[in-house]
């Protein structure tokens, strides 16, 4: 499953990129979860949000081919 | 004469701007986002404004902190505001709290207004926004900056969704920097609590869509921005509606003295998150922490020293098992240390033992 994710915040810093293609290992949100950690651990450090086609889903949603992902994390400035 | 401009347009009028002279709104925090919608809503005409910050004011905010000039650096920021907010508008009544927004005095003063923003700092104090704000029943405004990107969005909004159900799992201070440790493009807080000052118009004056249940994310950089959807999560506002504020205070972290283990600062240092450390140990204790921003005093010196501490950034206060830190924070407390304070638990014994593991 092709996706394109995007990154905010912090986690564009982690990952290195503010947007990236990926291929979905699992089939879920919580999968994805797992695979992002796994390849930038220092994701498990902060807390985010996963929006699919901008709208904030469950861990348990079920991925299509080509959707657009968010990853938010809250920001403190103001 | 001095509504003119909004009179004409028919979705304002004359009722609409009556509507805003009535209005009361509370803005948390004078700082970035404070500055620019509090300078817009006296403008507007909105009859009562309070602000709340106990902050003075800082030769560093005024790369953002467009209500203060050179010459106020060292004033109570509230005081400031208030100056400049009467002259720009002496229709206003402004109330000022010098004072943080607290578990103590948080539910006295919201109950006083109609709309709430947040322009608030750290994330402790914005769940403490968000669980007063759902207990009374007032929609309350959020704005958040990072670097060169803002969010946006309307809470607790007739029913709508809160900021816990956009994120429920609390956040560690220190997790997530705030603009003093990771800063901030000026301009940006203007943009963001420009928009917070737009919806809370639109909220009084009931015209439009308000950004309930949608998070606005901007871009500066890529000039790019998302509107995010998300729906409201009712055990989450349980949560909040239930739950004692001096909890929701501390259980986000919010207030000032947290603990944090030697796993997580390890974590911190290596993400080259930027945190000043205070060793409270005699210079003959080891082993000594490696980092660039240590300073050593010990504690028996710090009443007649804690002045030298930077409060540029958060601190950790550290010692050999976390006890003489502790005393230390509580110290630095009664002092209004302006900045987190959060202590090695376990201490130097405990952070040296993984330190070596690793």
Redesign the interface.
Same mark, same amino acid.
């Given at each position: 499953m092709k996706l394109k994710v995007?990154y %905010? &915040?912090?986690i564009a810093e982690f990952v290195g990129a503010?947007e990236q293609s990926v291929i979905a290992k699992g089939l879920s949100v919580q999968d994805l979860r797992h695979q992002l950690e796994t390849e930038y651990p *220092?994701l498990k @450090?902060? @807390?985010y949000?996963i929006?699919v086609n901008? *709208?904030?889903t469950s861990d348990q949603y079920l991925f299509n081919d080509g959707d657009e992902l968010?990853l938010? $994390? $809250? %920001?403190? &400035? &103001? | 004469m001095r509504y003119d401009r909004h009179i004409t347009i028919p979705e304002i009028g004359i009722q609409g701007q009556q509507k805003l002279l009535d209005a009361r709104i509370l803005m948390i925090g004078a700082g970035g986002l404070g500055c620019a919608a509090l300078q817009y809503l006296a403008a507007a005409g909105v009859g009562t404004i309070g602000i709340i910050d106990g902050d003075l004011i800082d030769e560093s905010n005024l790369q953002r902190q467009i209500l203060y000039a050179t010459d106020d650096i060292g004033k109570q920021k509230v005081d400031v505001a208030k100056e400049r907010l009467c002259a720009l508008n002496p229709d206003l009544t402004v109330d000022v709290y010098a004072e943080y927004f607290t578990a103590e005095n948080a539910q006295s003063i919201v109950t006083q207004y109609d709309i709430v923003i947040d322009g608030t700092d750290n994330f402790s104090t914005r769940y403490l926004v968000n669980d007063v704000c759902v207990k009374c029943y007032k929609p309350f405004i959020y704005g958040a900056v990072h670097k060169f990107q803002g969010q946006v969005s309307v809470f607790n909004f007739e029913n709508g969704p809160t900021y816990r159900c956009l994120f429920p799992q609390p956040v560690q201070q220190g997790q997530i920097p705030n603009c003093t440790d990771l800063g901030v493009l000026g301009v940006l807080p203007g943009i963001i609590g420009s928009f917070q000052a737009a919806e809370a118009i639109k909220l009084i004056l009931r015209i439009g869509q308000p950004l309930s249940g949608k998070l606005k994310v901007l871009d500066l950089l890529t000039n790019t921005e998302q509107i995010i959807e998300f729906t409201p999560n009712q055990e989450e506002v349980m949560k909040a509606r239930e739950m004692s504020l001096s909890k929701s205070n501390s259980d986000a972290n919010c207030s000032t003295v947290k603990g944090v283990n030697a796993n997580e600062m390890m974590s911190w240092i290596e993400n080259r998150i930027e945190i000043n450390f205070l060793d409270v140990r005699e210079p003959h204790e080891t082993p000594k922490l490696q980092h660039s921003n240590v300073i050593c005093m010990p504690l028996g010196q710090l009443p007649n020293l804690h002045s030298q501490i930077p409060s540029n950034r958060s601190l950790v206060v550290v010692c050999q098992h976390g006890i003489r830190s502790q005393q230390a924070i509580e110290f630095l407390l009664t002092q209004k240390f302006p900045n987190n304070l959060i202590n090695l638990e376990g201490g130097m014994a405990a952070f040296s033992a993984i330190e070596f593991t690793t």
């Open positions: 995007k %905010f &915040g912090l503010s *220092k @450090t902060i @807390t949000q929006a901008q *709208k904030i968010a938010l $994390p $809250p %920001f403190a &400035g &103001g | -």
